[in-house]
């Protein structure tokens, strides 16, 4: 099984992460991703993100935050991980502000969707969270995401 800390790097990952607005931060996530050399078309994918994001709040609760989309504005999957400065209202099932935001951009929806679990799996624990806001650079929220997923025992199928 593919890792997120296979496919996410140290410079799509961004800490103290300062926003106006939920929209706001969704465009400045897209930004960091916008120079990646798998993305063919910046403004699909922030169309693809927004018309998503329209649909059903991607706000999941507990602080976090999961914006994604499908889209052929890129030919792999992409991922960018903020931890915002401050709580930022994301219209969130639970109505509790974010600070922790993962985008995912791809073009696979079996793969995609699997990512989304992922992640959201490996930080539904408050301390988890807690260790991600209290992370002091890129390098130390990757090695906590990096030991959360070595840590981690994936279910065997019979």
């Not at 922030?46 to 602080?63: D, L, Y």
């Amino acid at each position: 099984m593919i890792k997120l800390s296979e496919i996410l790097t140290e410079e799509y990952i961004k800490i103290n992460f300062s926003a106006k607005s939920k929209d706001d931060l969704i465009k400045r996530m897209i930004k960091i991703i916008e120079k990646s050399p798998y993305v063919l078309d910046i403004e699909k994918v922030e169309e693809a993100v927004f018309t998503r994001e329209r649909s059903v709040t991607t706000g999941i609760g507990n602080g976090l935050a999961l914006p994604h989309a499908k889209t052929d504005g890129v030919t792999e999957n992409i991922v960018a991980l903020a931890i915002t400065d401050k709580p930022i209202d994301f219209d969130s099932a639970d109505e509790l502000p974010v600070r922790i935001v993962f985008l995912l951009v791809g073009k696979d929806s079996t793969l995609h969707l699997k990512f989304l679990s992922r992640f959201s799996n490996l930080i539904k624990d408050e301390e988890s969270r807690q260790k991600l806001i209290d992370a002091k650079s890129a390098k130390e929220v990757y090695a906590i995401i990096k030991n959360a997923e070595d840590i981690k025992i994936e279910p065997t199928s019979i």
